[in-house]
């Protein structure tokens, strides 16, 4: 396949958000944190109280995860409070999915106006849904779809969206092999309760090195971020693909990073070219807008819209994985907005900010059989009802508008400290507010993290040499300067 060169120069103007002017979005999320105005530490982080509940829990489970233990009722805004009174200003988000920070009044309302029936009666949405179902998927989900996508299918969480997006893709792969939605034949009826060809057919997903999609069986053959997560289960033997290793300052390594990507497609065209000859075609191809857990790290519009030239010649869905990154916090609603594809994307899964995971699909990828893509609760619809007023609010307060402004604040300032501190931070990077900055060594970024967090910021790790911001979408210029200012003193400490 002949790859034309990437355009760097079109990368990064996407990747860095348009300026807004402060007066036209400051004060949208004025009310959000309460009284706090800043980080509040009185013990260091854990404290003794988070310690000793860490102690009971881990009677229970294993819990070696859990950082500290939170004060939900008392955790406002973009403000969150631990067990032992620490009031830290929350750049990470639970893992990126607060889109509005916490206890923001429009849920609180929207929930004892309208989700109290929803809470009490969870209904089995796939077999009893609430008479209002179809509306509220329309307020919350449709009026949001991505261009060119007006169907969707509501799970859990991400891991389910995508596990259950790449049977719907197999499902439509087969349809398609049969010329059309015809019935099976006998033999595949017949073999497919055993496990055996023709009703399970070879087939298979492409995914990216660095990737993560989640820890299901057929989503965990496709995450390959960290050895832990795959360590002792058994894997689907698929595909998997380079993803591009751009060097920063993008200006300053046009020709390098233009290399990379057109390196990159060519290997992506030779698994599909190897798969096919080999009996087990690639139904699909599943890629994150930004590899969150990987090292947060990018592509150009080009290297996408590459792929999905690849996708189509082969007959593969293109699957855009908006998990982490969708619901406004790169400043566009869906990351891959900014590429401007000639045509939608087959399959586009969500969950994080979105509050419910599913998956967003085109007509032509639709299952046309009951009980195909299905489970009990199909979702939740308790969490469709808080997504309707977070859009809601999103489209009243201009969020949107407020993460390209906060983003530029905060790109630019982390632009400065890696010009300021070169030994200990490098190739800072994002869209909107999801932004990252590289440290020369994991260690150096897990104390950067840990010394951060004692003094009221809590951010995240990403790969092996990043630092992570995933603030709500009511994070603030006011906030970023705040922040950056700390960072800098940290810096300065070294």
């Not at 103007?13 to 999320?29: C, D, H, I, K, N």
């Not at 805004?77 to 990126?96: K, T």
Request: aromatic residues 10%; glycine residues 10%; charged residues 20%.
């Amino acid at each position: 396949m002949a790859v034309r060169l990437l355009n760097m120069s079109r990368f990064a103007r996407l990747s860095r958000p348009l300026l807004r002017t402060t007066r036209q979005y400051s004060g949208a999320a004025a009310s959000v944190d309460g009284s706090y105005t800043g980080p509040d530490m009185k013990t260091t982080v854990p404290g003794p109280k988070s310690k000793e509940l860490f102690g009971d829990l881990m009677k229970i489970q294993q819990a070696g995860g859990v950082q500290y233990f939170v004060d939900y009722n008392k955790s406002q805004g973009n403000y969150l409070v631990d067990a032992d009174g620490n009031v830290l200003l929350d750049l990470f988000g639970q893992v990126g999915s607060i889109p509005l920070g916490y206890n923001h009044p429009a849920i609180k309302e929207r929930i004892t106006s309208q989700g109290i029936d929803t809470l009490v009666n969870r209904p089995a949405l796939g077999c009893f849904p609430p008479t209002d179902y179809a509306q509220t998927l329309q307020d919350a989900l449709l009026s949001v779809a991505p261009k060119g996508m007006s169907e969707v299918m509501t799970l859990m969480c991400g891991s389910c969206a995508n596990e259950n997006a790449f049977k719907a893709s197999f499902i439509s792969f087969m349809d398609r092999q049969r010329g059309g939605p015809v019935n099976p034949s006998a033999e595949e009826y017949a073999s497919a309760l055993y496990n055996k060809g023709p009703g399970c057919p070879k087939l298979s997903v492409l995914s990216f090195k660095g990737a993560f999609h989640g820890r299901l069986l057929a989503t965990l053959s496709c995450t390959h971020s960290k050895v832990i997560h795959k360590l002792d289960i058994p894997a689907l033997d698929w595909p998997c693909a380079p993803f591009p290793q751009l060097k920063y300052p993008l200006d300053q390594f046009v020709r390098e990073n233009q290399q990379e990507e057109k390196k990159c497609l060519e290997e992506v065209e030779d698994n599909f070219s190897t798969s096919q000859k080999n009996g087990v075609p690639i139904a699909t191809a599943i890629i994150e807008p930004i590899q969150a857990e990987g090292g947060d790290k990018h592509a150009s519009p080009e290297f996408f819209e590459g792929l999905q030239t690849i996708c189509k010649k082969y007959g593969a869905s293109f699957m855009v994985d908006e998990v982490q990154t969708g619901c406004g916090g790169t400043g566009y609603m869906w990351a891959h907005e900014a590429w401007d594809l000639p045509e939608p994307a087959d399959f586009v899964t969500f969950a994080k900010k979105m509050q419910i995971g599913g998956f967003y699909y085109t007509s032509e990828r639709r299952t046309n059989e009951a009980f195909r893509i299905f489970n009990t609760y199909v979702g939740d619809h308790m969490r469709t009802v808080v997504l309707g007023a977070i859009v809601n609010e999103m489209t009243k307060r201009q969020l949107l508008g407020q993460v390209k402004e906060t983003g530029e604040v905060l790109l630019t300032g982390l632009q400065k400290l890696e010009g300021m501190h070169p030994s200990l931070v490098h190739s800072a990077r994002g869209a909107g507010t999801f932004c990252a900055i590289d440290c020369h060594d994991s260690a150096t970024r897990d104390k950067l993290v840990g010394q951060l967090k004692n003094k009221g910021f809590q951010v995240g790790g990403s790969g092996e040499l990043a630092i992570r911001f995933r603030p709500a979408l009511v994070f603030e210029p006011r906030h970023a300067n705040m922040f950056l200012e700390a960072f800098d003193d940290v810096l300065k400490s070294q």
